[in-house]
């Protein structure tokens, strides 16, 4: 940017992702190449891959984001192989409807040119009381669920894809990365 809201964090990458093994390379599409990187530049209101081989970025999207974080590739054993999901914070909006939104997207269906986002999104969780203007995650479940982190919100819960909060939790801090792991996940819990 030409004036750099955060001058000293120009770009504030949140997460990096080493692409899995995904449908779209085993279709012949080198930029979803396992081991590039999906990288997440929050202060950039963007995400991109990296090819690793070369450093050149050689997929990139920005429409609609707005402080987004943890943007994941789902891998090619996921029911949604292929995907992206991002938590959209929508720190914007903190005027007009102040929620923050889950979104999948079709990386094949990116328009660069495009300012506003169109058929690329497949899926979109957006609920009144739902908003957390930094921070938070998402965690896709082998159910089809999602488990969101709403971390100014001060809560994580658990949200079927036809919006139903199936489970919440709301400590007395504010929670970061809430992660679900198998039951047998820690053996050494149960001894």
């Known amino acids: 940017p030409k004036r750099p809201p955060h001058p000293n964090d120009i770009t ?9 093994q995904n449908p779209w390379f085993a279709a012949g599409d080198e930029r979803f190449r396992p081991g590039n990187l999906l990288v997440t530049a929050r202060n950039l209101d963007t995400i991109f891959i990296i090819a690793r081989s ?27 192989a292929g995907l992206i999901a991002v938590f959209n914070n929508r720190l914007r909006s903190f005027a007009s409807d102040r929620q923050s939104e889950v979104i999948e997207i079709d990386p094949r269906r990116v328009d660069p040119a495009a300012q506003q986002a169109g058929s690329e999104v ?7 009381g739902f908003f957390t203007p930094t921070a938070g995650t998402q965690q896709a479940l082998p159910n089809g669920n999602f488990l969101l982190t ?8 658990e949200t079927t894809r036809d919006g139903q909060v199936v489970w919440e939790w709301m400590p ?7 992660l679900r792991v198998a ?3 820690c053996p050494q819990l149960a001894a």
């Open 12 to 20: 504030h990458i949140n997460s990096v992702q080493e692409l899995p």
């Open 150 to 157: 709403s971390t100014r919100g001060g809560r994580v819960f």
């Open 122 to 128: 497949i899926w979109r969780y957006r609920k009144l």
């Open 54 to 80: 070369s450093g050149d970025i050689v997929w990139s999207y920005r429409a609609g984001l707005d402080r987004q974080h943890e943007a994941l590739l789902y891998a090619a054993d996921s029911p949604r």
């Open 183 to 185: 039951a047998d996940a």
């Open 172 to 178: 007395t801090y504010e929670p970061v990365r809430a």
